[in-house]
C-alpha cells in the first residue's frame, strides 16, 4: 500500500510543454454522483461525506463495468471547501464540533483514501493510495499520470463538497487574521467568498464600460440558461429540491450580494460527491462504456495580478494563457472544439473563459452578444451544456461529467445536436489554468 506524497512534478503548468505524451493512453471509463443535499443534517448516517463518496464510487465502478477488486489505485481529495487550511478537522472549534459518541470529523466532514479502505471492505486491491491528491481541477490530471506511470491500473478518483452550517469557507490562518494586508482589504472584510466575488465584479464593470452592455444584460440571460441546463440533469440540486426554472424576470428582482452581483451570479453550496474510474486507453477498449480519452491536462496559475486588485486585463490575460496551454498539449484548434465546459463558480468568471478559448469564434468583446444568442443545448452554440455550478449546485464535478455524456451520446436532454466528439471542461476559479482535454477517438 503506497500512502505517500507525490509533490507536484506530474503537473503540466507551463507554456512551452508540446503535445502530452499521454495524450489518448488513458480513458475516463465511469462517473458517479451521490445526491446533492444542501447540508449534512448531522444525524442521517447515509447522507455523510463518506456515506456518499463510497455511494459515488460505486455508481462509478458500475458505469465503468468494473469490479471493486479489480480497482488497484484510489485518490481521494481530502480538501472539500470547508476552508483556506485544509481539510475542515485541522482548524475546527476548540470544543468538538459534532457531539458525542462522535470522536473524529472523518467519514462525517472529512474523507480521505484511509478512510474509504477502511469503510469499503470490497476494494481489496488497491495498492497506490497517495495522501495529497488535489481538488478536481488537478486531480484527474494527477490520476492519468499514475496510470501512465504504471502505479496504477484502474484508478477511482473520488471529490466531495460539504457544506457545514458555521463552517463553510471560513478555515484556515488566513481568516482567523486580525489584519488585512495587500489587496485583502478589498475582500477580507467580506470573508473568503468576497476575493472571488470582488475580483469578478471589477473585471466584468470594466468589460461593461468597455463594450457598452450593463451587469444583467450581459450575464442574466447566461445564469438562466445555466439553470435549464441543470433541471435536465436529473442528480443536480435543483432537479432534486428546487424544480421552478429560473426566469430572466427572477434574476433581474434578485437581492445583490456584491453589487452588482446577484445572489443567482453565484453558485449554491452543497454537500456531494462525485467519482470517476480512469483506465489505460489499451485496457478500455474492451470494457462496458465507449472510452473517453484524455488529450490533455493543465495545471498551474496565471500570476498575480498587476495592481492591488485583479481588473479585466488580468482575466483576459490568464484565460488566453489558459487556452494556450490546453491547446498546446491537446493538438486541438479553438474550431476543433465541440464540447465547452468552463467553470462557473461565480457568473463573472465565464465569459473571460470563453473569449480566451475564442470557442464558436468568440473574441474578446463578443461574449455579450454570444450569450445574448441561442445557447441553448439544442442550438448552434450550446455553451456550458452542463449547467455547470450554477445550474446544479457547486459540486465542481458537472463540468467533467457533461463531457463524457456529450461524448458518448447519453447526456439525455441535454444531449447537443451539433457534433461531440471533442470537449475542454475545466474546475478553474479564477487565474487557475487547469483543464481537461477529451475526445471519443484518437
Known sequence: ?????????????????????????VSIQGWGMSPMDRRWDGVSMDKTLGAYAILAAQRALEDAGVKPEEVDGLLVCPDNAEGTGGPSGSWGPTRPYFAPPYDSEEGLSIITGKWVLNNWPELTNVEYAPVDVPDIGKGLGMTAEALLAGRCNVAVYIYGMVNLEGRYRRGGDANISDSADGSRVWSFPWGMSGGNQFSNTFAIQQYCTEYGTTWDQFLGPFVVNQHRNGRMNPWSFYSLHEQHQLTIEDYLTSRHIVYPVRIWDCDRPCLAVGAFVLTTGERAKDMKQKPVYMLNHTEGRGGGARSSQEVMTDLQGWASLAAQMAYEGSGLTPSEVDIFNPYDGYSGMTPFWLEGFQWHGVKEGDAHAFFNDDIRVEGPHPFSSSGGNL???????????DSIEQLRGTAGKRQVTVKAETAICAYAPTGSLAYVCLANSV
Open 1 to 25: 500500500m503506497m500512502f505517500e506524497r507525490e509533490g507536484t512534478a506530474w503537473q503540466r503548468d507551463t507554456v512551452g510543454l508540446g503535445v502530452w505524451e499521454g495524450r489518448g493512453k
Open 391 to 401: 445550474g446544479n449546485g457547486r459540486s465542481r464535478t458537472s463540468m467533467y461529467i
